[in-house]
């Protein structure tokens, strides 16, 4: 076993023992923590609802109420830590950009899609908009017997999103209102001109090269005297500020009565981005933020007294503006590489600074125009149900159809406007020379993107128990057809679905399911698939013998194994059909006119075929202490093959072929899971409760034709997915003798202070071919949780830890590598070696121009982004009992803090998201607020 | 009744399916589409052409001249180091070209099996007497066009030979499932005879010249040539003595069986003179000597890569004190050196650093062939002197200043302006009127020493427009007139593609490709003055088994029925 492994094992072992203790100790209840499930309640599985008690299926699932302590704008983020299973992975934290990575069970495939399906409502759809308080439940479905039934769509796992519905009950009114601010975790730090100019001078000298700052200009740039010809910008400073403000909003009505249900929602979210505010300086930007509201409005309407009609309406309206006519991405690239001596802000005269190379980040914000993007997103079904007990009691037959749709359209206002670069005649004046010239705005209005969703279901559902064997069984027909902007054909599926379960004496459990389904995407005869999966659990605690035990109140071991697929198998679309596609053309005639050239394209493969995967789980539920301890563990095997990958090690190079994508790739992964939750009862005035979770997936590529490599280490089968292949760095060159002595990097000719790299194959050369695996993967093994929370009298306080490792992460660009593409220097660049620092150097020597040996993807620029974050805390206070005239039946006022500490790695990056550095970064947020029910 | 009603809806829903999951319309290029079509076949055929390399970025984005004594690439990324420092063999060699040219050949082989299918019928079954002329004239275009697709699958096959040795001959088209347990490796000659067959059928058929949009569509005289080179390189020593391959098993993949060399010799020689004496091909010398390669039409030119405007090759060629110039393909001293110095009395002597007056001032005098091809120091260029010397613009002490003291000037286009953009065509000359001269002289040099023709060829590539070099010395024995046959090539052809190939089938390559490449320092002494020091830039490695490039070590695996070459 490898160290990192035992590693995580070691935490997990160590976190279940502390919990197990803990809780045993433990006398008093939670109030927020979920609480055991009775063994009569329905939980939310695929295409339907099943009793807890007979479930033999891995699922894991979260309440929308638990989600709204912390805050993102998009609902994925809010699921990090929350469910065991499923690992969020943050792509960037820009208002409104901050769509995660999400992984079911780590990832399975190497060539095709690795998201989970996601079901909202019993419709696939997406779920980021949403708001926590629309949310009823959030499930991961993980094993076969859960997902079995979604075919080739389920390998990934399925999220199950289920929104909040009416309930037989008096009308409840909650509004909550939340305000507070957003503040940067690191920011990149550079350093200022006088650090710049003193490390560019030294790096020009180890070039061999002539200073470029003599004395006096140093003495300038560290006194400061001579803002405009010897500036000292800091950009990120100028352009953002330290605070960004957020404020939310949201009411929501819940009831209904013998003949309607019904939940309503409103909601409004608004967070405004770090850049500063520069409306009121120009009429050509805008003041930087995402503003979103959501609406809901969920009917159940009994017609008749065995017909029922569900309505599920859905939607949100999202704004998100910018200044300087793009994305902020621009922006912190450019405020990230210009020099902090390149040119000032304002020149003298009032006028924009800037240089050939560069404009200036303060000018673009405030005069380059305007970005703003509308997005709207429908969400709607109609489900009729019939029970049908006088036909037989039990049965029931129902429809449904939903039309999702999502459309947001860009607007972008852009002009261009003059910078001056300053310099001094001979004669001692200032010379202004402009580059770039005033325009009025243009805008830009016809770019859209867009998706919709029809979908119409059938099912016939019998439920019935006969004594001691209870009947479940379900049938449905689904139809579905899904189309986004930029792709000629729809994507379609249509299958046939089913699941029998049978129970005897609610001990003895079994659930088999299966669908039959059909996709587009693959050739007619070889479109439909057959996807059995078959789970079996065994109540130990109902059985007699265990009716004396007093540790176990409730024991359940559960095991299943099926097949299910995934039909996002990459490649191109119907690659069944061989397709010819234009070439570059080819130059004929006097006129040397061009002559386009038509050639066959990737060669068809007539059988190809989804991906397809064996699904193997075995776990347990327990509860222990009066139902007080709740411990659940999994373990699962996942055996993926029919993954696409290229027939390098068969179809001969004498073929010809551009070589098609075949289905021979294999992946194996396995892990396991565990959940520790203690909670206690609600009658004491002090009350606590945990919850601990921790999962664990490791994949290894077991097949993938891949070519021959001349060293064995260059091979990716045998390997994670995405395992990264670099040089080794083992140090810097200590001197002329060292480099003399040393294999000979070939890259360019190095100097004392350059690093050095291991020559894996002993051939003298480092070269191309000593890239060997480094590091992790920027995908996460594992992750663990703890949940804690208390409350006294009407005083609660509970916090979110989340710990995650078995990744690496990259550093590259401007933030760490010095210098590159005339741009700036970080501040890690003051530990480069130098003759004096040869021993403690902790940067190699640095070089004006971009080396070519220092910056080559290695070990050096590479850490484990193994962190601990502290994603949550919140205090709150209740007023309950409240005399009536008020009103209010309780409020409650709370703070919050999102990812208020992170432990791990040390530079200015995030090690959560593989965002660099430079982009817009990792956010705090703190919010006060306060929730009243009417 | 409403149990039936609910599932007869169910099942009309699945019953109608498999329907559900067709495609409409059909927006992608189909198979179907391209063969009956006359238009795309025309660009499928366009899409053969387009196989032939670039040979201006031809391995790893230098010329193939930086892998010979003729040039140093100055970017220490570019895969062509590999190759000089030894560090190729089966599993990474820069400039494999298997898979490129066995793509090319299918794309060939498709080409011929889909000419035949293109629908005419709207002009077959049309009376009107203009359509039957369109249907006359595109039956005998397209029956052209297969020739054309036959004389370039012959090209790619030389160009698979020369690296290779004997290849598998692949005249059909592998579906994914075919057997390829039984396929071997042609022999040598039979290789070799097979493109010899092709170029004949293919210059039976062509023509020797084209109307204005057909230009640089393959000729006559081209496949005629391809045929010269082919036969030359057979006649030579490397296919004529696999000594260098002691105990290899098959000596018939790398080598001819033994015969009549003089044969050999005199069938090359008769190839060379064929396309000399092509009728109606209007074949002759260029008139100057630079402007050769500025240009796609010329009557010296009979085959060229034809390409669109632009200036890639000025970036990465121009020197490094030039805006955006890369450096790229740097000149070495060792050809510099072969160029010959002009003597006061007309005749020309061989450059000799030993002589003091040659390495007190290199470059006067010298074969105005040098200054057209080389940029040397101190030389105008783009309004002003290029600077090699040391602390110079474009000398040592600048970042990826050329390591050999010298730039490129052959194919480079001094009036492209980087800065805002500008471009040119560029056309790379495959063959041309001069190689075949010199291949005529060669030949006929072995076979039949002392023949007129002989000097006279060297001698009208040496007096060409604009270069004027005297005649060669009367009386020459056949060794002393090799040499200088191989010597007027060597600076005649310098950067185009012939050296790495003439080097190894003279079988001189350990003294020349495994030589160390040298280079010049130039030290400024005063306003004007010069001086110079010749210096070693890299040690060079060739063993014998680089007379044949090794097979991927994937193919072997793959098709067991192939051998590998000798030693690798």
């Known amino acids: 076993m490898k160290r990192s492994e035992a590693y995580h094992i070691a935490i997990f072992v160590f976190g279940m023992l502390a919990c197990m203790v803990h809780a045993s100790r433990a006398q008093a209840i939670d109030p927020g923590t979920s609480r055991p499930v009775p063994d009569s309640t329905y939980i939310e599985i695929a295409y339907g609802r099943q009793q807890a008690a007979r479930n033999v299926a891995a699922l894991s699932t979260v309440h929308g109420d638990e989600l709204s302590t912390l805050f993102s704008t998009n609902l994925g983020n809010l699921l990090s830590g929350r469910l065991a299973g499923l690992t969020v992975m943050p792509q960037g934290y820009e208002p409104g950009l901050a769509a995660p990575r999400l992984l079911g069970r780590g990832i399975g495939t190497f060539a095709g899609g690795t998201a989970p399906l996601v079901m909202v409502d019993g419709f696939e759809s997406n779920f980021e908009q949403l708001v926590p308080e629309e949310i009823e439940t959030i499930s991961l479905l993980k094993d076969a017997a859960a997902t079995a039934v979604h075919g080739f769509r389920g390998a990934n796992g399925v999220l199950l999103v289920t929104t909040k519905r009416g309930r037989h009950a008096p009308l409840q009114v909650q509004f909550d209102t939340k305000v507070g601010l957003g503040t940067p975790f690191h920011l990149p730090e550079f350093l200022g001109a006088a650090g710049y100019a003193t490390l560019y001078n030294e790096a020009l000298a180890n070039e061999g090269r002539a200073a470029r700052y003599t004395e006096a200009q140093l003495r300038a740039y560290r006194d400061g005297t001579d803002p405009f010809f010897h500036p000292d910008v800091d950009w990120y400073g100028q352009s953002l500020r330290s605070v960004a403000p957020i404020n939310t909003h949201q009411l929501n009505f819940r009831g209904g009565n013998d003949v309607v249900h019904y939940f309503g929602l409103l909601s409004m979210m608004n967070e405004q981005t770090l850049l500063k505010r520069t409306e009121k300086l120009s009429d050509n930007t805008t003041n930087s933020g995402y503003r979103r509201y959501n609406f809901r409005t969920n009917i159940d309407v009994n017609l008749t007294k065995n017909l029922t009609a569900m309505l599920t309406l859905g939607g949100s309206v999202e704004d998100k503006r910018n200044p300087g006519a793009s994305e902020t991405s621009s922006l912190f690239g450019a405020m990230s590489v210009i020099p902090p001596n390149a040119f000032p802000v304002f020149n003298p005269d009032g006028s924009y600074g800037g240089n050939s190379l560069f404009s200036n980040p303060w000018g673009d914000m405030v005069e380059k125009g305007m970005y703003t993007s509308n997005g709207r997103t429908l969400q709607t079904s109609l489900r009729l149900r019939h029970k049908l007990d006088m036909v037989t009691p039990g049965l029931a037959l129902s429809a449904a159809v939903s039309f999702n749709n999502f459309f947001r359209n860009f607007s972008i206002k852009s002009r261009t406007y003059e910078r001056f670069a300053l310099s001094q005649s001979a004669a001692g004046d200032t010379v202004y020379t402009r580059f770039g010239q005033n325009t009025s705005l243009q805008g830009s209005e016809n770019e859209s993107e867009q998706w919709r969703n029809v979908a119409v279901q059938g099912f016939a559902n019998y439920d019935r128990d006969f004594g001691a064997h209870g009947i479940d069984i379900m049938l449905m027909g689904n139809y579905d057809s899904y189309t986004v902007s930029g792709d000629a054909y729809p994507y379609k599926h249509v299958g046939l679905g089913g699941r029998f379960n049978y129970a005897f004496n609610q001990t003895y459990l079994i659930d088999f399911s299966a669908s039959y389904m059909g996709s587009e995407n693959f050739a007619k005869g070889n479109r439909f698939g057959l996807f059995p999966a078959v789970g079996v659990g065994w109540v130990v605690s109902n059985e007699p013998f265990m009716q004396a035990n007093r540790l176990f109140d409730r024991l359940k071991i559960r095991g299943s194994y099926g097949l299910v697929g995934n039909d996002v198998i990459g490649g191109n679309r119907f690659m069944f059909d061989q397709a010819y596609r234009y070439s570059s053309a080819y130059y004929f005639g006097t006129g040397n006119a061009s002559i386009s050239a038509i050639e066959e394209g990737q060669i068809a493969n007539p059988g190809v075929t989804w991906e397809k995967e064996k699904k193997f789980n075995v776990g347990f539920d327990a509860a222990l202490l009066g139902n007080a301890l709740q411990l659940s563990a999994d373990y699962f095997f996942n055996h993926r093959y029919h993954i696409l990958a290229s027939p390098n090690r068969t179809i001969p190079g004498f073929f010809g072929m551009d070589l098609p994508m075949l289905n021979v790739g294999e992946v194996h992964n396995r892990g396991v899971e565990a959940i520790v939750a203690y909670h206690g009862r609600h009658d004491r005035p002090f009350g606590y409760g945990i919850r601990f979770i921790a999962n664990y997936a490791n994949d290894r590529i077991v097949a993938m034709s891949e070519e021959l490599r001349e060293f064995g280490y260059q091979q990716t089968t045998g390997r994670r997915i995405g395992q990264p292949f670099g040089l080794e760095a083992i140090g810097f060159f200590r001197d002329e003798a060292d480099i003399a002595n040393s294999p000979l990097q070939t890259f360019t000719t190095v100097y004392p202070g350059d690093i050095k790299y291991r020559d894996q194959n002993n051939d003298g050369y480092i070269d191309d071919a000593d890239y060997a695996p480094i590091g992790n993967p920027g995908s996460p093994t594992f992750w663990a949780s703890l949940h804690p929370s208390f409350r006294y009298k009407g005083v609660d306080l509970q916090f979110l830890l989340h710990g995650v490792a078995g990744g690496s992460l990259y550093r590259s660009g401007l933030a760490y590598h010095a210098f590159q593409d005339n741009g700036t220097v970080a501040r890690i660049a003051e530990g480069r070696w130098t003759p004096a620092t040869a021993d403690r150097a902790t940067y190699p020597r640095l070089t004006a121009t971009d080396n070519q040996n220092n910056y080559r993807y290695s070990s050096f620029w590479q850490e484990k982004s193994d962190f601990l974050k502290l994603r949550n805390v919140e205090l709150g206070y209740t007023l309950s009992h409240l005399p009536e005239a008020v009103g209010i039946r309780s409020a409650r006022v709370f703070a919050n803090a999102t990812n208020l500490f992170s432990w791990g790695t040390s530079g200015p990056e995030d090690p959560e998201s593989n965002t660099t550095a430079t982009a817009y970064p990792a956010m705090r947020t703190f919010l006060v607020g306060i929730n009243i029910a009417f | ?568």
């Open chain 2, 1 to 568: 009744m409403k149990r039936t009603l609910y599932f007869g809806v169910l099942l009309g829903l699945f019953a109608s399916c498999e329907d559900t999951l067709d495609r409409d319309i059909l927006t992608a290029l189909s198979k179907e589409r391209v063969i009956h079509s006359y238009d795309f076949t025309r660009n499928t055929v366009s899409a053969v052409y387009n196989v032939l390399p670039d040979g201006f970025s031809e391995i790893g984005g230098a010329l193939q001249a930086t892998v010979t004594d003729e040039a140093e690439h100055t970017s220490e990324n570019s895969s062509v180091h590999r190759i000089n420092n030894g560090a190729w063999n089966p599993y990474n060699n820069p400039d494999d070209r298997w898979n490129h040219y066995y793509r090319g050949i299918r794309k060939a082989n498709q080409a011929l099996a889909n000419i035949d299918s293109v629908n005419l019928d709207m002009y077959r079954l049309d009376p009107d007497p203009t359509q039957q002329q369109v249907y006359g004239e595109r039956l005998a275009e397209m029956n052209r066009w297969k020739y054309e697709v036959r004389f370039l699958r012959a090209f790619f096959y030389a160009e698979l030979i020369k690296r290779y040795g004997g290849v598998p001959i692949v005249e059909g088209i592998f579906e994914l499932d075919a057997d390829v347990g039984d396929i071997r490796r042609s022999t040598l000659a039979s290789s070799i005879q097979y493109v010899l067959d092709e170029c004949d059928s293919a210059a039976r058929v062509l023509p020797a010249t084209y109307g204005g949009g057909d230009l640089g569509r393959a000729t006559k005289g081209a496949a005629l040539a391809l045929k010269s080179r082919v036969l030359l390189y057979a006649a030579s020593d490397l296919y004529n003595d696999p000594s260098w391959a002691a105990g290899y098993a098959d000596p018939g993949l790398i080598a001819l069986p033994a015969g009549d060399r003089v044969a050999r010799w005199q069938a090359a020689a008769a190839a060379a003179k064929a396309v000399i004496d092509l009728p109606g091909a209007g074949y002759a010398l260029h008139g100057g000597y630079p402007a050769l390669f500025k240009t796609f039409n010329s009557p010296e030119i009979i085959f060229t890569r034809r390409s669109g405007a632009s200036n890639s090759f000025e970036i990465a060629s121009f020197p490094i004190g030039y805006d955006l110039g890369q450096s790229g393909n740097a000149p070495s001293q060792n050809l510099v050196d072969a160029y010959e110095v002009l003597r006061a009395d007309g005749t020309a002597e061989p450059f000799d650093w030993d002589n003091a007056a040659h390495a007190a001032d290199p470059y006067a005098s010298r074969d105005p062939r040098l200054a057209h091809s080389v940029l040397v120091n101190n030389t105008a260029f783009k309004g002003r002197a290029v600077e090699s010397w040391v602390g110079g613009r474009d000398g040592p002490g600048a970042n990826m200043a050329s390591k050999t003291g010298y730039y490129l000037r052959k194919y480079v286009d001094e009036n492209v302006n980087l800065l805002t953009g500008t471009t040119s065509i560029h056309s790379w000359i495959y063959i041309r009127l001069a190689e075949v001269y010199l291949n005529y002289a060669e030949a006929l040099n072995e076979s039949d020493p002392g023949h007129p023709d002989i000097k006279r060829y060297v001698d009208l590539v040496r007096a060409r427009s604009g270069v004027s070099m005297p005649p060669l010395p009367e009386g020459l024995d056949q060794a002393l007139m090799r040499q200088r046959i191989r010597a007027e090539r060597r600076v005649e052809l310098a950067f185009e593609g012939h050296r790495l190939w003439d080097t190894k089938r003279w079988m001189v390559a350990p003294e020349t490709l495994g030589a160390p490449l040298r280079g010049v320092e130039i030290r400024r002494s005063g306003d004007s003055g010069f001086s110079y020091r010749v210096t070693q830039v890299e040690t060079r490695t060739f063993q014998p088994r680089m007379y044949c490039y090794p097979i991927g070590q994937q193919e072997l695996l793959k098709a067991t029925g192939l051998v590998q070459n000798p030693m690798w």
